[in-house]
């Protein structure tokens, strides 16, 4: 796409810290961490989101993710690692990625993933047989 940053990235017409890069996807630092070290992956070609995502190309994504995990732990001295994906509501880029975050022990997330809430009654049990039905349909189609 011609007015997507991302795409921008991958093709060289706009700047980036680029980490990593293989042939069908681009990693390079966000420009507004979270954390210091904070890391895009993204596909170079326009991909919106995970459920565009074609399922061979999303096992190579995975396997390039947890590449960049360990090299962002091993060269940053972290913890650990947080991965997150918006798709659709608060993806202020319109081209998936993945965020990969170098955590350590005690740093706070300030609002990132609250309010949380809990089930109610029986909501919990009607919550996972919904998806364990939308799953075992899915895999049926497969």
């Not at 993204?42 to 960049?68: S, Y």
């Not at 690692?81 to 005690?106: A, D």
Request: aromatic share 8%.
């Amino acid at each position: 796409m011609s007015n997507c940053i991302f795409c921008s990235i991958a093709e060289r017409k706009q700047s980036a810290e680029i980490v990593f890069e293989d042939k069908d996807f681009i990693a390079f630092l966000d420009k507004s961490p979270i954390f210091k070290g904070h890391t895009l992956l993204v596909p170079k070609k326009h991909i919106q989101t995970i459920l565009d995502f074609p399922d061979n190309e999303l096992m190579k994504m995975i396997t390039d993710v947890k590449l960049l995990s360990i090299a962002i732990k091993s060269a940053l001295e972290c913890d650990g690692i947080l991965l997150i994906n918006n798709n659709i509501i608060s993806q202020s880029v319109p081209h998936f990625h993945m965020h990969i975050i170098p955590r350590r022990k005690g740093e706070v997330l300030k609002g990132f993933m609250w309010p949380r809430t809990r089930y109610k009654d029986n909501e919990y049990e009607e919550f996972g047989k919904k998806i364990a039905v939308a799953v075992k349909s899915l895999e049926e189609s497969i």
